[in-house]
């Protein structure tokens, strides 16, 4: 079995090249894929809405939004499931994580899953991030960004 530094390195590694040609779904088909031939957990990803690129500049933060929500849930959550759903509708990006595992305390930890950082990123595309959590029944975050195509 892969370590988590192995799964680390994977989402760490992804070449911004599949990003740059193909964009974004493709982009993180390619994380989803990898990540499911290790043995560490299933992950699920599931699109709607979406029938073209987005921008450049909206791809390349998605990316790096997802890519990091993705790597938290792996670091923090000791999840079996995720799931993650990417979407497009009335004028909203969603984008949205969901786990399995320990769960946290919300309200006493804003900043845990490095959650932080997402908030920033998120903002700077105009968006919202909300996280609903709890000790022992996963996490969910939501994530919504304005654009229009």
Request: aromatic share 8%; charged share 25%; no cysteine.
């Amino acid at each position: 079995a892969e370590t988590m530094q192995d799964v680390r390195n994977i989402l760490l590694n992804l070449s911004p090249a599949v990003l740059e040609e193909f964009g974004y779904i493709p982009a993180v088909e390619g994380i989803v894929h990898k990540l499911n031939e290790t043995d560490a957990f299933n992950i699920s990803l599931q699109v709607f809405g979406i029938d073209r690129r987005f921008d450049k500049n909206y791809e390349l933060a998605l990316y790096r939004i997802t890519q990091e929500l993705i790597n938290n849930t792996l670091k923090h959550s000791h999840a079996k499931n995720v799931y993650v759903q990417i979407g497009q509708r009335d004028g909203q990006i969603i984008l949205m994580v969901e786990d399995d595992g320990k769960g946290f305390d919300v309200k006493h930890n804003s900043n845990g899953y490095g959650l932080h950082n997402l908030d920033i990123r998120t903002r700077m595309l105009d968006g919202k991030m909300s996280i609903d959590s709890k000790p022992g029944k996963g996490t969910s975050v939501l994530i919504e960004i304005p654009y229009n195509s």
